[in-house]
Each structure stands twice: as C-alpha cells, then as structure tokens.
C-alpha cells in the first residue's frame, strides 16, 4: 500500500472535524439539545469558516493581503439572491434552486476576482491590499444604489429609483439601500456543512497539487519561482480567482439564510473580521481557519448568556487580543507544541498496537490455517 | 522579513478593529445602569398587590446598543424602561418582564439576538430599531408567530406581507408624502432643494416619496443632491448645488448628525434657505458642542417635543433625565409609547395567563387591527393601527425658536 502524505493525512483530519462538528451537531439538534440562538448561528458560522478557509488561500497560501474579501461575498450575495428570485418558478425544488444559486454566485465571485486580478496581481504586496480595499468599497456603493427587480416584460436593472420602471405587479429584488427585502430563505445547515466540504476539497487538493506548490514558491521566494519557470500572473490569478468564487459561494448561502440583506454589511469590518480569523488561526493553516472561525464567530453571541453581556463586544475585543499575544509567545507556541506531540506520541502508540494487534491476529488465523 | 511585515499589518489592522469595536461598545453602556436586570428584579417580588393573579408578559426587546447605531437603540431601550418600571409600579394584574439584546445594527446579528429572546421565553417582541435589521427579524417572527411592535423601523418592507408586525413610527413614504403636503398647503418656499442619503434606506425612502408627491402636487423641486453614508462631513457641493438653483427651502430627510455639519456649513456660505427635516432631525439641539443658533428657524417633523407642558411629558423628560443625564429624543418616546400600547392590549385580552406566544400574537393582532383600541402616548393621541401594520396618528412640525422646538 502507498504510504499516505503527512498532506493529504493532515487534508483528512480536516474532514473529519468538520464531519464530526455536523454529526455532532445535528445530534443535539434532533435531541433538542441545542437552544435557538446556537441553531441561529449555524448558518452564518458555515459561510464564515468558508470565507475563512477561502481567504487563507489569498493570505496564508499565496501570500498576498486582501482586504476587499467581504466584496466577493457580497457580489456572490446579491448575485445569488436575484438568481434564486429568478429561477423560483423554473425550479420548485428548494435544495436545487439554492444549489444553482450558489454556483451563480461563486461564478459572480470568481468573475470579480478575475476584472480585480488581472490588472493588480501583476504588482505586488501593498498595491494589492490597496486596490482590493477600494474594490470592497466599490461593490458597496454600486450595489447600494442598484435596482434590481422583474417583472413581465422581463428583467430590470437601473443604477437610480427614477430609472426603475418596474411595473406595479413585478417584484423588486434589490432596492438600492434598501438592499434585498422579501428574500425566501433557502440556506439550510446540511448546504453550510456540504459547501465546507466542498471548500476544503477544493482549496486541499489545489495547496496539495502542482500549481499549489507553485503558488507556494511564488510566496516564499518570487524571483526564484520565477527563474525556474512558473507564471508568475496564472498562479497567481489562479489562487486569487478560486477565493473569490468560493466567498461568492459563501456569500450566497450567507444572503439566502435572512430575508433582507443590505450591501452595508458586507463593508470594510466584515473583511477585516474574516482577516482576523485567518490571522489569528495561522496563516496558512486550513484547519486553524476553520477553528478560529466558528469559535470566534459564535463568541459574541455566548457572552450574551453572561451578566456582562452589555460588555460583550469589549470582552469579544479582548479575547481576539489574548489569541494573538498567545498565538505569537514563544512559550505558549512551545507548550503548544508540546500539547501536539503527546497527542502525535499517543497516536503512533495507538497505531503500533492496532498494528501489533492485526500481526498477532493474522498470526493465529495463519496457525489454524496450517493445522 | 516581508511575512514579518504582513503580520506586523494585520496585527495593527486586528487591533485596530479590536479597539474600535471596544470603544463603541464602551461608550454605549458605562453611563447606565444595566436595564435589563432592573426590570427583572422589579417584577419578580411585585405579588404582593392583592386579590387577583397577576400575569407577567415577558418582552423582548431588540436594537443596536453598541455600534454606529447605538445612540437610536439605547433610546429606545431606555425609553421603554421608563414605561416598564412606571406599568410594573401600578401593580395591576399585568407585569411586564423586559430584556433587551443588542443587535449592533446588522442583519445577522438582530437575527442572533431575537433566537436569543426565544430562548428567554419572550412572549412579544418590541424592535428593532432600525429598519433593515428589523425587516430580518419581521421574518422570522411571522414564521414563528410572536407579535411584534417596533418603536422606530419605519420602512413599509418591514409590516408588508406580515400579520404580527406593527409599527409605532410613521413610515418613511408617509413621512415623505405628509412633508410635500405640508410644505404645499404653507406655502413655505418656492423653490425647493432636497439633500438626502442614498446609502440609507430611511432618508432614501423618505426622499423618495417627497419628490414623487412633490411632482403630483406642483411643487418645484430645483435640485436633488445625494451623499453616500452619514460619515460624509463636507456638504458644500450639495449645499453649493442647491444656492445656485436658486433654493429657498432645502428639505433633509436625514439623520441629526449629517444636518448639524449641513447647517453649520450652510452658514459658513452665507446660504440660508428654510431648512426642513424629518423626524431623524430630532436630537440635534442635543449634541455635545452643538451651536443652537445654527438650528433657528429649523423646520422639523417630530411626533415628540421634550418641551411639551403635558403632564405624562414632563415625567416622562424628568426621569429619563435623572437616569441617563440627556434630553429624550423621539425614538425614547416611540419605545415608551410601544410598552403602553403593548400593556394596554394585554390588559383588554381575556384569559391571558393561559396564552402561549402564538395565541397572544393572533388575539393582539384581532385587537390591534379590529379598529376599537387606541392608545394615547407621548407621540400622539388615541393612535390606532392600520391592518398593514402602519400607525396611525397626525404628524406634527415643530420649528425651532430660541433653541427649544414649538409646535406650529
């Protein structure tokens, strides 16, 4: 047998988290274990754990700072509510229609990420920050003066309310600061935990295949990567674009979970709030993202439950300082550290006696055989 | 070194987001008592009033109390403290028992906080304060069936289509239609300039309405000036577009905090057309360093005047200031007046105590719209409910004269 890679066993661990949190979760839900608020968060903490592993990919992978991500969600947002609007009569089925939604919006992302990629990821570092910051603040601002709706004579779409000449039975979809109101709700927890899966398939096996390394080598050293040969702009695109889909992807299920979402909320905190989580569960590590994501996502919302909850937000401030001097002391790293081999040492002893166990087994069954 | 630099970056961009969300969340709460116990404690050993069974109603109450938004959602919330203590106070056979959650203005976060208020066991949900939030949370109320009432959410997506939800505030096309009649029955200005925020759904929905009605009726609307959010702080190019149209009255359907920099920079400009505002106006003459002379002769659309005479007024003025050291605004009245238009529906409703949330959201609905029940409050007289949801009630101008509102 072919020896697994400390990659792909480190790409399964994942898996297994994150298929055990939805078993585990799904339990206590049909126990009625889980209160209201928790079941509430579900959802929003799924798009968030994608928005996390998505942005990873940009930052921890490909080494460039993106401060627009929140952009590609919400393009994968409104993209996905209109789409979802659209094909109401076309497909009854609610899991298919949010599907088809979904994908409508990681390709609404995927497309952003390409008009934003193709001209910047030729410059380097800062320049990307920057023009990825105004590219957050442009969707906002086009998308809150947009007008959306359909009516009879087809669809409308007028950038002011004058130009909007829906007729009086037609539906509005987006109403310009209004943002999208009298959304049927679709999203559902089993779609957060597949899009996940999805997410980690896709981002694993990209980190873990040829062009990962690539775009890896282009992080740690360009000009080498460069001198060997590697495109230096597709590999690039190539990172930058799949993030943006799967925000967008993210962004749909996030927009299809409320009945009314404004483009306000996806602004320049909403991006940063998703660096934190990169940042603060390691760049580059896929499954520290998807931790700090669902822990600090769900947070707030737990110190409501406390007599301090008009402090919440403050202590929520708090702790993300605590994590990041945590994460950055060279002691509480060590420890760490430490922790991870015991369970690493445990493990393999596990694993030597499994393996001793089989040998004694097959032994006995050879024994029986010869008699 | 350049990976030490980048972390260095998101560390002081982290921080950064850190201290922020501290600070709003700071200044929002330390100069208060915290109210949601107060009003726990207050009703729990309130049976001692006599030969009846007293019923507790437990509201839950949502609006952002930290945040941009937290000056709105902490009016409200006090506001309808106010009320609690004084209904709890009467020991009647109804108590209210109220919790508060912060929403932070958002979406996702009012959402959180309502399935947090179910988990209390709230029977009547009051909010949210603001609109978008608040359409969310109309939602998921009208699946779940709990009755809602918000003090001040005013678009009309947020009792469309929806049974339980009603309103306290004038809905933003009302409002906007009530001030193109207005002006067109005073015959103030002739020429008239609008300066709204179209990142906003209030002022956009007000503005809206304004200018179609504006058209129906034959006023001339000169010049439409927009701005995107309520950060913006140089409105000379608006206000410079609205002089060279020749406006003599510039409408403001916008928040105080844009207006007051409006206003002052109107004057900087030797331009000074009659301004006219809606009821987000009201709270200017309040601001910390606020010159009042800028707001004289300030037109406003409010359904409260903290300078009223009456009687329930003045009390209200007086306790509001004890506790939290500021004048009431509009939005603490519209929570006021949400707690007593909800106890006075309970108190009609028979066999309440064996209610169950879904009950009490159809018998409060039947009451609401059946057409006999009004409440009489701080923002208005005998106001009744539409079957959509709208309130009803007269809205009222003031303008401001001496640095104190009069009712016109």
């Known amino acids: 047998m072919k020896k697994i890679n400390k990659n792909s066993l480190n790409g399964f661990i994942n898996y297994g988290i994150v298929i055990a949190a939805f078993v585990i979760l799904q339990a206590a839900i049909g126990m009625g274990r889980l209160s209201n608020s928790l079941q509430s968060l579900l959802v929003p903490a799924c798009c968030y754990i994608v928005m996390a592993v998505s942005l990873n990919l940009t930052v921890g992978i490909l080494g460039e700072l993106s401060l627009g991500h929140a952009g590609f969600m919400s393009l994968g947002a409104f993209s996905g509510i209109v789409a979802s609007i659209l094909l109401q009569d076309l497909v009854p089925m609610a899991p298919l229609r949010l599907a088809l939604s979904m994908v409508v919006g990681a390709a609404a992302g995927a497309l952003g990420g390409v008009i934003v990629g193709v001209p910047v990821l030729r410059l380097q570092g800062d320049y990307l920050a920057i023009v990825t910051l105004a590219f957050g603040q442009i969707i906002k601002n086009i998308i809150m003066v947009l007008y959306v709706g359909v009516d009879e004579n087809g669809f409308h779409m007028a950038a002011s309310s004058d130009h909007f000449n829906l007729s009086a039975d037609g539906t509005a979809i987006i109403k310009g600061p209004m943002g999208a109101v009298g959304v049927t709700k679709l999203a559902s927890f089993t779609a957060g935990f597949i899009l996940i899966l999805i997410t980690l398939v896709v981002v694993q096996n990209l980190v873990n295949s040829r062009s990962g390394r690539a775009i890896m080598a282009l992080r740690d050293n360009r000009i080498a990567a460069e001198s060997v040969g590697i495109n230096v702009t597709k590999y690039k695109l190539m990172a930058f674009v799949t993030s943006a889909a799967l925000a967008g992807a993210a962004g749909t299920l996030f927009g299809l979970n409320y009945s009314s979402t404004v483009a306000s909320k996806f602004d320049f905190n909403t991006s940063i709030l998703v660096l934190v989580f990169v940042v603060l569960g390691g760049l580059g590590s896929i499954r520290g993202s998807i931790i700090a994501a669902a822990l600090l996502y769900v947070l707030p919302e737990l110190l409501r439950s406390f007599d301090i909850a008009e402090y919440r937000m403050l202590i929520y401030a708090i702790v993300l300082i605590l994590v990041m001097l945590a994460t950055n002391n060279e002691q509480f790293t060590a420890l760490m550290g430490r922790v991870g081999g015991w369970f690493k040492a445990a493990g393999k002893r596990i694993a030597g006696w499994l393996k001793s166990l089989g040998r004694t087994e097959s032994k006995g069954k050879g024994g029986t055989t010869n008699g | ?408």
């Open chain 2, 1 to 408: 070194m350049k990976k030490k630099t980048l972390a260095a970056m998101l560390m002081a961009g982290a921080m950064c987001f850190g201290l922020l969300a501290g600070c709003s969340s700071n200044g929002g709460q330390t100069s208060n008592p915290p109210a949601s116990d107060a009003g726990t404690q207050e009703s729990q050993p309130a049976n001692q009033g006599g030969g009846f069974d007293v019923v507790t109603i437990k509201v839950g109450g949502i609006g952002p109390i930290t945040g941009d938004l937290a000056q709105y959602g902490t009016a409200t919330q006090w506001g309808a403290q106010i009320a609690v203590d004084e209904i709890n106070a009467l020991n009647g056979p109804i108590r209210l028992e109220y919790d508060f959650q912060d929403d932070t203005g958002v979406t996702d976060t009012a959402v959180s906080a309502y399935n947090k208020l179910k988990d209390w066991g709230a029977q009547v949900i009051y909010g949210c304060t603001t609109t978008a939030p608040c359409v969310a949370v109309a939602a998921e109320t009208f699946a779940d069936r709990y009755f809602q009432l918000t003090p001040s959410a005013s678009s009309p997506d947020v009792t469309s289509g929806k049974d339980n939800a009603f309103q306290m505030c004038f809905t933003d096309p009302g409002q906007g239609t009530a001030a193109a009649e207005y002006l067109k029955s005073t015959g103030l200005g002739s020429k008239i300039g609008v300066i709204y925020n179209n990142g906003d759904a209030y002022s956009t929905g007000i503005a809206d309405a304004f200018i179609a009605k504006a058209k129906e009726i034959g006023l001339d609307v000169v010049a439409t000036q927009t701005y995107p959010d309520d950060k913006t702080t140089d409105y000379t190019v608006q206000l410079t577009a609205c002089k060279d149209a020749g406006a003599d009255l510039v409408f403001l359907p916008i928040y105080y905090t844009p207006a007051s920099l409006i206003l002052a920079q109107a004057k900087q400009m030797d331009y000074a057309p009659t301004f006219f505002g809606g009821d987000g106006m009201d709270g200017m003459l309040d601001m910390d360093g606020f010159n009042k002379s800028l707001a004289e002769g300030l037109l406003l659309m409010t359904p409260f005047n903290a300078a009223g005479t009456d009687e329930r007024t003045k009390t209200f003025v007086e306790t509001y200031q004890a506790a939290h050291n500021i004048l009431p605004n509009q939005f603490a009245a519209d929570g006021y007046d949400c707690m007593y238009a909800i106890y006075e529906a309970c108190c009609q409703l028979d066999g309440i105590a064996d209610m169950d949330h879904e009950q009490l959201c159809d018998a409060l609905i039947t009451l609401f719209t059946g057409g006999d029940f009004s409440v009489d409050g701080l923002t208005g007289t005998s106001m009744k409910w539409l079957e959509s949801g709208e309130v009803s009630k007269a809205p009222v101008v003031v303008k401001v004269v001496d640095g104190v509102y009069v009712t016109q």
